[in-house]
């Protein structure tokens, strides 16, 4: 499990790159009108860290046999505002939490990664099912935020981008 810990800090550092100093158009700016924008998507990234994958794995390991509450991360698109919020203000609270989730992480001592509940659509979700699914949500949104970037710039480039290769 540590090598997951130790990935997820790499990915702190690799997140904020990627969008640190990025423009307005560029942070608002959509592939396509139903995908989201890099706002969108750090401030997803700060929810899931807070509402989602540290919850649950804590859940999981101090309260076996017990369903965490219910979310939709969907809906906090709208519930959050995330249109609204301030960019640059929220890569630095993704940052944070990340920092409180490595904290927490780091300080267990002989987890119970084990530990599990019964999910009636997903069967048995155990703690180190959240905690990898969690290094695998940052891998999607890194793939996510490049992908954005590349169509960003192919857009703006006027002419292809064949040279550099294919996506």
């Keep these: 499990m540590q090598y997951i810990i130790e990935e997820l800090v790499k990915n702190k550092a690799v997140f904020i790159d990627l969008m640190k100093d990025c423009d307005k158009e560029l942070q608002l700016w959509r592939p396509q009108p139903e995908k989201w924008c890099l706002l969108e998507i750090i401030c997803h990234l700060y929810d899931e860290e807070r509402l989602d994958f540290r919850l649950r794995t804590k859940w999981v390991l101090e309260k076996p046999n017990q369903h965490p509450p219910p979310f939709n991360p969907l809906n906090w698109l709208e519930e959050h505002e995330y249109l609204q919020q ?4 929220m890569i630095i609270k993704f940052s944070m939490e990340r920092d409180a989730s490595i904290d927490w992480l780091n300080s267990l001592k002989d987890p119970k990664w084990s530990n599990s509940f019964e999910h009636s659509k997903f069967g048995t979700m155990r703690a180190d099912y959240f905690l990898r699914n969690w290094l695998a949500h940052d891998y999607l949104h890194i793939r996510q935020i490049t992908r954005l970037k590349y169509n960003y710039l192919k857009q703006r480039a006027g002419n292809d981008l064949d ?5």
Excluded: R
């Design 86 to 89: 301030d960019f640059n203000e």
């Design 163 to 167: 040279y550099a290769g294919t996506w």
